[in-house]
Each structure stands twice: as structure tokens, then as C-alpha cells.
């Protein structure tokens, strides 16, 4: 069993949309979250950091971690066709298979 | 650009072949992660170093090997390359450990032929 999974996708959404993307992970021991996004295969950059359980919200993202459930999520607001990439997500460093997600004008 | 920087960009190798991948962190990062990113596939973790020491291991294979000298700065080797071993190789680096924010350089790009 993978330590973080997370749907592939594809997902595809209209311009201005919300997107919600999600994974799980089994870890107990993790403590640290991120969503990094990752352009045609380039180095991912950092999106959100998030300690613990608990929300942050930075410009149209927002990061939410739920270690009840072993939940995180990562919400767009408004999102934009710059915002097709693939999303992963990860636990202390421990990533998921990623989301490609496209916004389509 | 985020500070990581990975050498070389491109590698094409025969099978059988050893390569070593450098990266060097971002100026005052003491740990270093390496990943390997086959086609489609999410980033697998390999390892993790931290001022010189090893800190952690993923599904690191026998025939790989890495360290991180005093400079910090860090090597992955790779031997008797096999064609299901082209991928790309990302590092990433972080003040400390886990529990800061890491950046990852731009890749190296392994083909095995």
C-alpha cells in the first residue's frame, strides 16, 4: 500500500470553476503536508505548507489537512487555464501519484 | 528559480552503464531528498540526507547508491543501468528537515538505451 494516495485524474474544469482535489494517506507519523504543482514534467514548486490538522488559505488556494480522517485537500477558487498542471500532494515528504488537471477558457 | 541546482539536465546511457547525478542545495539547506519520477508516474522517493548523514530511505534499489559531502552539496549513482531505469531524477533541498518547506531543482533527465 502506497503511503499517500491520490486519484490521477484526469480532471478537467471550466475557466472560474472550484476545484477540490484530494488524497488519503495511512502514515499516522506524518506531521507535515504540502501540495506542490508541477508544469510538463519541470521541478514541482512549493503551493502550500501546512503543519498538523487545520486550514491555510493563500490567495485562491486553500490547504486543509484532517488527520482524524487522514484527509488533505487542496481547493482552487476561480481557476484559471494558467492553473493546468499536475497537483501533488504530500506527506512529510511522502508524495502522491499526482492530479493532472486542466481549465479549459 | 528556486535555488536547487541539478546536473546535468540530459543523460543518455547505454545499459550497463554507471552515471552519478549532482545536486546542489539551496545556499544554507543542510538536507537533501532525492526522487525518481518515471513516465506518468507520481515522485517516488529514494533518500534522504541530512549535513552528511543518511536521515531516511524509500524503495531505494541495491544497484543505487547516494551521499552528501561536507559542501552539502549531493551525488546520486547509478549502476548497471537498466532501460526501466529512464526516468527523470529530481533532488530537493530544506533548511532542515521534514518540517520545513523543501524546493526541488529542475531534474535530470536519465534515457537508458
Known amino acids: 500500500q502506497k503511503e499517500v494516495e491520490q486519484d490521477p485524474g484526469p480532471l478537467s474544469v471550466p475557466e472560474g470553476a472550484i476545484v477540490s482535489l484530494n488524497c488519503t494517506y495511512s502514515?499516522?507519523?506524518?506531521?507535515?503536508f504540502m501540495w506542490y504543482r508541477q508544469y510538463s514534467r519541470k521541478g514541482p514548486e512549493l503551493l502550500m505548507y501546512?503543519?498538523?490538522?487545520g486550514n491555510k488559505e493563500d490567495g485562491r488556494f486553500t490547504a486543509q489537512v484532517d488527520k482524524s480522517s487522514k484527509y488533505i485537500s487542496l481547493f482552487i477558487r476561480d481557476s484559471q487555464p494558467s492553473d493546468s498542471a499536475t497537483y501533488l500532494c504530500?506527506?512529510?515528504?511522502?508524495f502522491g501519484a499526482g492530479t493532472r488537471l486542466t481549465v479549459k477558457p | 528559480d528556486s535555488g536547487v541546482t541539478q546536473t546535468p539536465k540530459h543523460l543518455i546511457t547505454a545499459t550497463g552503464q554507471r552515471v552519478t547525478l549532482r545536486c546542489s542545495p539551496r545556499?544554507?539547506?543542510?538536507?537533501v531528498y532525492w526522487y525518481q519520477q518515471s513516465l506518468d508516474q507520481g515522485l517516488q522517493f529514494l533518500i534522504q540526507?541530512?549535513?552528511?548523514?543518511?536521515?531516511a530511505k524509500g524503495n531505494i534499489l541495491e544497484r543505487f547508491s547516494a551521499q552528501q559531502f561536507p559542501d552539502l552539496h549531493s551525488e546520486l549513482n547509478l549502476s548497471s543501468l537498466e532501460l526501466g531505469d529512464s526516468a527523470l531524477y529530481f533532488c530537493?533541498?530544506?533548511?532542515?528537515?521534514?518540517?520545513?518547506?523543501?524546493?526541488f531543482g529542475q531534474g535530470t533527465r536519465l534515457t537508458v538505451v
Open positions: 530537493a533541498s530544506s533548511v532542515e528537515g521534514m518540517n520545513t518547506e523543501a524546493f
Open positions: 502514515n499516522s507519523a506524518f506531521q507535515y
Open positions: 501546512t503543519y498538523s490538522s
Open positions: 504530500a506527506g512529510d515528504m511522502r
Open positions: 545556499s544554507g539547506d543542510l538536507s
Open positions: 540526507y541530512y549535513n552528511g548523514e543518511e536521515r
